[in-house]
């Protein structure tokens, strides 16, 4: 049950194939300059759906590999891990705040101003470092053995 002739589980393959899509959101979203409710809504979606992904995909998994990273902590795959959840947690973190802010500013008719541009840019670099961990433990994992 694979999609790229890796050795992933078929959820893992939708998982990546989601993730992909939801960067490809972030592009969009982060580089439109119509209005801000429009790039707010972009957002939102992508920061939710990646949300759920986390819970019911990628934290499930986290936990099964729990006792491969106490037993083998600083192997290659455990320290690729290790780094992208930290990136993963911090681009929820961020991500929340600014969704949080512009649904509350949305729904009480302020102006949108959810984060700055330098804030937004860090977050955008959280979330592509977040992925491109991500990929390198599809690749080491699935593809090099
Ligand atoms: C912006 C946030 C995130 C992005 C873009 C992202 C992206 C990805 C990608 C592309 C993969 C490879 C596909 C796969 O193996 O399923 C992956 C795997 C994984 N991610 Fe994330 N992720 C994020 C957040 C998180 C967080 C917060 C956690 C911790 C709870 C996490 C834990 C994992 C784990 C354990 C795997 C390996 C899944 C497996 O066994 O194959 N990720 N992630």
């Given at each position: 049950m694979v999609l790229f002739g890796s050795s992933a589980e078929l959820i893992f393959d939708i998982n990546f194939i989601i993730q992909i899509v939801l960067i490809i959101l972030l592009i969009v979203g982060y580089s439109q300059k119509r209005t801000w409710r429009y790039h707010g809504i972009i957002m939102a979606i992508a920061t939710i759906t990646m949300i759920v992904t986390v819970l019911l995909i990628m934290a499930p998994s986290l936990i099964a590999q729990l006792p491969v990273l106490l037993l083998f902590p600083t192997s290659p795959s455990s320290l690729i891990t290790i780094v992208h959840v930290i990136f993963g947690l911090m681009a929820i973190a961020a991500g929340l705040t600014y969704t949080f802010r512009f649904l509350y500013y949305s729904a009480t008719n302020k102006?949108?101003?959810?984060?700055t541009r330098t804030q937004m840019r860090i977050q955008f670099t959280i979330w592509i470092l977040a992925f491109v961990l991500g990929l390198s433990f599809y690749v080491y994992v699935y593809f090099l053995p």
């Open positions: 102006p949108l101003t959810c984060g």
